[in-house]
């Protein structure tokens, strides 16, 4: 049996299980050897948590991969034919600074959007082109599969300033989109595709097929008397439903993420309820985090439960299992990731990363040609990828003053001067995580 | 002597002594043989004023360029050499409108920008598109020289819809900036030259040369010890400071306009204050204006009164002359105008309209190259060139849902509910200005 | 059963016994219910030879589909759900011309390239462009699958004058390429995949995989030591092997027409000794067909014969039967086809027609991202290119200075004065087919 | 007085009293005070014939700039502020047989095309490279104005490969050019101005302006009537007038150079006679500079000789002391110049060399928006950029097979094997002046 391993980077997250559980699920295609969970020393007893269910899971499973557990990254690897990333720098604790201090100023705190996404970006950057730097030497050949947040900035970062190739930024939206899809038009998931149009967490569906036809002309009408809940499948996003006229004016579907930037106004006033009564999104996330963590250490566990469905991040460690065996056996199929645009995107830089149907093969995505961005669409995209040109570079050089022209750029941030107060309290907030912004601030 | 023909449609405006001071001061190069003010049934009273006044200030002049007041356009237009335009639709009761409309649900009311630059362009750009209609017939040979705003999307709808090459947009704010330039450098008008990169009332100087020596390293130093008032020569917008890291961040100096984009939340609540003291900018203007027609009216006065400095369009009709002046005598110099893009920003659509320092030639203005808009400044720009571009293609089609689509993306507009109400009050209280729109509003 | 109907234009061809055996073997997979063969009044004896044969043969394999025979391409076109077009304006005869003139004048004569392949497209484009108008009519839904020759212009012509976009250009050069990097890399046909980077009979492979993974630099040392033989599987030119240099200069394979271009001086030669001889190669296709067709009128005969893979067009019908196969299914497999570029060549204008590795869907063939156009190959690719857009424009318009022009700029024509020449004597020679260019020469 | 340096490596060149001439007749407005001529050892006879006559013109003007003769690079190029270039690697020996040799194997042998000027390029671009080296480390703010051969290809090497930016390319065809145009359209030179689209030596006048109106309809009307005599002012190539379908169809008019890829096998035969006759153009010129040197060295002559004015470079070194006082004087005059594109031609690479109409600033070319290359020029363009680009490479590294694929690619070689041989011949013949080609050609 021919060696196939596969490396987690921050195996002791509870998205665990569902990797776990993808990993045995496709064991006929994807003949998984090893399969090590890696973690820093203080995730340690989490990772002991997680990593005695996945053994529990395999075993119960009954098939011959080995669950390695290690707090030694180098270790680890070495000789790797895949690497998967979902660390969280900074714990969850971080993420509720991300929400917290941005609402304290008036404005939106999220975790991959604005102010909240930024120093998400800061904090992990620099630990993914570390990681980069440890494949070049240790297993060059490998495939980075990040889903690390924010998934567009980590990838763009890894391709601008990690000069490394190989790498697939991943994510849940689109996969939730399509299945939305595919109950809209009641059809199984496997008969839809979709043409997505922009960035990851920002991006528009401008074409759904089914089995190849194009059905969007459906997809328009049927939001003409959509409710609510029927508009989308996210957990973590307060839904409200798009204009009549927003959907007709843009012939497209934007994703749900968009919700932050088309009723800022009213997201935001939502936060800052969450926001008094201490129950921001990441307040929220810890407790159910958690209540999985006590799951995970009964004994007699050994699948994913239930509950972890409820988490947000559903469909996450599936789509990474899919699209390990779409590139392990060149299937060819359709996958929606982050990669670099080459050109699908015909008015929109070449070498720049955006979120976008791919055919799969053993050499990576390659993007399917998807034409023009149309005119309505140019701008909000054009406008976060600036974001996120700028957050990258920031978060490599330390360059303050670029950080902070980019919260003012930002559509979720209402003044130049609010960006240089968040900014601050960001920065001292998170400190401990940011060695790049050594140097004092210079005003 | 050559006939040489100018016919100014809104020649009424209270701007139009600035107009004929400036054909005046320019005889001896630019001959004009007749000026045709030209105004519509309402405007007959101010016309006459205005047109009173034009005549003592040539006759006081001493020069043979005969002032001609009309009210049949077609009439003038025949055989025209140059067409400026300085009319407004509905007149300042509009513009108040345009501005109180807004505010009363909590957003930015403005001329040019948001909701109100929306609707004034509603209401201009068919108006206008009738003229070029009317100049392919009479004058097919003569440049329109437009400084009607919003000018940027008044040009852009000429070339996209009007099919009519011979318009150049005109606006005082780069005029404005080079001077506020030599100020700070010390140096005379003359000696300056610009890199400005982006669109009417929304670019960025990203280089600033002196005798062609590139000083823009002086400039940016100065920032970082600059009070208010030295930041700009704007009348109609109230100065805040830009913080120094964005501008160290962005490397080039957002032009005036920009401050309603960077500093929403403190414009904003400046705009409430005046619009619950019904005193916004219209209102304003409306009283400086009233004063300025009493004082045209004594039949003592023969020149351009010093007042009219005060009225915010400072340099505007100045602009125009020596535009005209540059492509009647092939003078090859560099001005600041709004004309199709062409290439010189390279990753910018070639297709549209631009603001940008051009060489004017007997065959229009020439847009020097400027290489690449740098990435932190591209956001912004594109995200007003699709408001533009949905803006001019609603005027045309009077498409509802484009318009609502085009205030949601608007970065003025925080909530697509916003847009939806903020839209129909507009064309509630403009109605008579806008047939396009005169379908009802299918949701 | 549901209806499925394919439409056969120029079905009295030589090629048909291929097309009918490609339906045949795939009915299981792609169940056609009728299938027509049209042809016009001067091809009726050879329809009714080829299509008595394709009876037999349908009949042989015991599947219910219906084989009709007609001269009224109207009827034949309604409600068709698939439409090839395999037809010879003025038939073998006019090909003789096409290449006898040219060497006449001493130059390259080819179907396909320089002159001989500018009047087979002035014959046939407008030709098409009817068949155009008539499907828009008659069954707008289809699609049409072009593998008249040269394929690559007569798809732009479509796309660009026929306003017509559900068309696919086929050509079988790239099936034969894949074909020859099997057996040279030793693996099945099924497992290559190649980056192809050009136009119709004007490609490079630059990259060759095998199960997803590349094997170029393989492909690349072995033509180091290789012999002629091995380095096509074309019939109809003549090989001459490329030096090593400019193979490992280039770092592409060039498809086996480059050779016209790059021994331009043997490969006319060598055409130069058999039009001499009378037997240019459409002299001798001639007399292959005219045994073909004694051979198909054997009654005994109901299959395809052997001798049809000698012809020189080997795998064009079954390339075309896979293509509908293809859409038909929504398969998503991956084809070489002229399509529209959009993006995928990035250095390479959108709206433009290549021959590149797509997707095919229900919906059409979607090109895959292929990045730049190495610099070594942009120049030969964009003349070709700039001499399709000339000819097609030509072809509609009757334009003879921009189809001089066109000559003169050809890499195969060394002067203008013979550009002359030898487009005046191919006018005379095919003036019935060309009624665009009624017209007097105006020099 | 303000020091005013100028140095000019070559200084021994023919051309040079023409350069002493143009400076003297600006003294009034560029102020030299020290001009250097600088050649090498084996120069040094000619450097001071030429520098003595340069010193007799300057004393005899009556002006206070000093002429220094030097065989000292380093010392000459010690703060200087400009530097020009007309340098020939090998001397017109080496010129005799980049034209004999490739004559020798039946293909065009020219200074700057094809084969010899591949191999000109490649003599001369290291030396300029090393240049450019010293200039960055004695005289980094010095402007390089190169009007050595091939000028364009010199240009794009400083640029892409010495990382060195204050050049500017220089050639006297559009001068000549335009005095041809003016002299069409009965006008002085100065009222005219063109659009020209392309490379050097590889270029098409697309629209001439006079006064700034423009007459290109006029131009191409005197194209149907115009003999040899008037088509061009170039002395070193055969004329042959281009025929009224080519001038027709491509609304363009070409530059002569153009000549000989579009009569290649009328040039061909012309430069077969002189090569027999042992008279090709590098004989003839030698001819001609002996005789002008025996001139040069009488002690009497202190004026630029009538006949230098037949030697083939006429108005080179008028149009760089133009060039010079241009860029000193920020006189933002138009000149055709070789310079990066960034975007004046929309539809080519921003970041290549083009020869374009450009504003001349104090820094540098600013190049105007030139549109689209329309799509009959596009291939012919890019072929010699791609044949530009791959030379340059080549010239570099020494990479004998991109040398070998680009002269095969070129459409004056009508073969591979032709192109194997003739850059065999002609690397033997010039190995002395290739180090960067030292290795074994490895097959």
């Given at each position: 049996?021919?060696?196939?391993?596969?490396?987690?980077?921050?195996?002791?997250?509870?998205?665990?299980?569902?990797?776990?559980?993808?990993?045995?699920?496709?064991?006929?295609?994807?003949?998984?050897?090893?399969?090590?969970?890696?973690?820093?020393?203080?995730?340690?007893?989490?990772?002991e948590?997680?990593?005695?269910?996945?053994k529990?899971?395999?075993?119960?499973?009954?098939?011959?991969?080995?669950?390695?557990?290690?707090?030694?990254?180098?270790?680890?690897?070495?000789?790797?034919?895949?690497?998967?990333?979902?660390?969280?720098?900074?714990?969850?604790?971080?993420?509720?600074?991300?929400?917290?201090?941005?609402?304290?100023?008036?404005?939106?705190?999220?975790?991959?959007?604005?102010?909240?996404?930024?120093?998400?970006?800061?904090?992990?950057?620099?630990?993914?082109?570390?990681?980069?730097?440890?494949?070049k030497?240790?297993?060059?050949?490998?495939?980075?599969?990040?889903?690390?947040?924010?998934?567009?900035?980590?990838?763009?970062?890894?391709?601008?300033?990690?000069?490394?190739?190989?790498?697939?930024?991943?994510?849940?939206?689109?996969?939730?989109?399509?299945?939305?899809?595919?109950?809209?038009?009641?059809?199984?998931?496997?008969e839809?595709?979709?043409?997505?149009?922009?960035?990851?967490?920002?991006?528009?569906?401008?074409d759904?097929?089914?089995?190849?036809?194009?059905?969007?002309?459906?997809?328009l009408?049927?939001?003409?008397?959509?409710?609510?809940?029927?508009?989308?499948?996210?957990?973590?996003?307060?839904?409200?439903?798009?204009?009549?006229?927003?959907?007709?004016?843009?012939?497209?579907?934007?994703?749900?993420?968009?919700s932050?930037?088309?009723?800022?106004?009213?997201?935001?006033?939502?936060?800052?309820?969450?926001?008094?009564?201490?129950n921001?999104r990441?307040?929220?996330?810890?407790?159910?985090?958690?209540?999985?963590f006590?799951?995970?250490?009964?004994?007699?566990?050994?699948?994913?439960?239930?509950?972890?469905?409820q988490?947000?991040?559903?469909?996450?460690?599936?789509?990474?299992?899919?699209?390990?065996?779409?590139?392990?056996?060149?299937?060819?199929?359709?996958?929606?990731?982050?990669?670099?645009?080459?050109?699908?995107?015909?008015?929109?830089?070449?070498?720049?990363?955006?979120?976008?149907?791919s055919?799969?093969?053993?050499?990576?995505?390659?993007p399917?040609?998807?034409?023009?961005?149309?005119?309505?669409?140019?701008?909000?995209?054009?406008?976060?990828?600036?974001?996120?040109?700028?957050?990258?570079?920031?978060?490599?050089?330390?360059?303050?003053?670029?950080?902070?022209?980019?919260?003012?750029?930002?559509?979720?941030?209402?003044?130049?001067?609010?960006?240089?107060?968040?900014?601050?309290d960001?920065?001292?907030a998170?400190?401990?995580?940011?060695?790049?912004f050594?140097?004092?601030?210079?005003?």
């Amino acid at each position: 049996m021919e060696k196939l391993k596969i490396v987690t980077i921050g195996g002791g997250s509870s998205y665990t299980p569902e990797l776990v559980e993808g990993f045995i699920k496709r064991y006929h295609e994807l003949p998984v050897t090893e399969l090590w969970l890696v973690d820093i020393e203080e995730g340690k007893e989490k990772l002991e948590i997680v990593g005695n269910l996945a053994k529990r899971m395999v075993e119960a499973a009954g098939i011959p991969m080995k669950v390695f557990l290690s707090l030694d990254r180098k270790e680890a690897l070495k000789d790797a034919d895949f690497v998967t990333t979902q660390l969280r720098v900074g714990q969850l604790q971080a993420r509720i600074l991300d929400e917290r201090i941005p609402l304290s100023h008036g404005i939106i705190g999220q975790e991959t959007n604005g102010a909240g996404g930024m120093f998400k970006a800061f904090r992990t950057i620099p630990v993914i082109l570390d990681i980069v730097e440890d494949m070049k030497k240790l297993c060059p050949e490998a495939w980075l599969i990040n889903f690390t947040n924010p998934a567009g900035m980590v990838t763009e970062a890894v391709l601008r300033y990690g000069s490394f190739h190989k790498v697939v930024g991943l994510c849940n939206v689109p996969v939730g989109m399509k299945k939305t899809m595919a109950k809209q038009l009641e059809v199984s998931d496997e008969e839809v595709d979709m043409k997505i149009v922009g960035l990851n967490h920002h991006f528009f569906m401008t074409d759904v097929f089914v089995n190849g036809k194009s059905r969007m002309k459906d997809v328009l009408e049927k939001y003409e008397h959509m409710n609510e809940e029927d508009q989308t499948e996210m957990k973590n996003i307060m839904v409200i439903p798009w204009s009549k006229e927003l959907i007709r004016g843009l012939q497209a579907i934007p994703c749900p993420y968009l919700s932050y930037y088309f009723f800022t106004k009213e997201q935001l006033e939502h936060q800052m309820e969450l926001f008094q009564k201490n129950n921001v999104r990441a307040e929220f996330v810890k407790g159910v985090e958690d209540e999985l963590f006590s799951l995970y250490q009964e004994e007699s566990l050994h699948e994913k439960p239930k509950q972890l469905e409820q988490r947000g991040g559903a469909f996450y460690s599936d789509a990474a299992c899919n699209l390990i065996s779409s590139i392990y056996n060149n299937k060819g199929d359709i996958q929606y990731v982050n990669t670099v645009n080459k050109g699908a995107l015909t008015n929109f830089p070449v070498d720049t990363v955006v979120e976008i149907a791919s055919k799969i093969t053993k050499d990576g995505p390659v993007p399917l040609s998807a034409g023009e961005i149309p005119v309505a669409l140019q701008g909000t995209i054009t406008t976060i990828k600036t974001f996120e040109r700028m957050v990258c570079e920031a978060a490599v050089t330390g360059n303050k003053d670029l950080a902070i022209a980019a919260l003012t750029l930002n559509p979720l941030v209402p003044s130049d001067k609010i960006a240089v107060e968040v900014f601050r309290d960001l920065l001292e907030a998170h400190k401990a995580y940011l060695p790049q912004f050594k140097e004092e601030m210079n005003s």
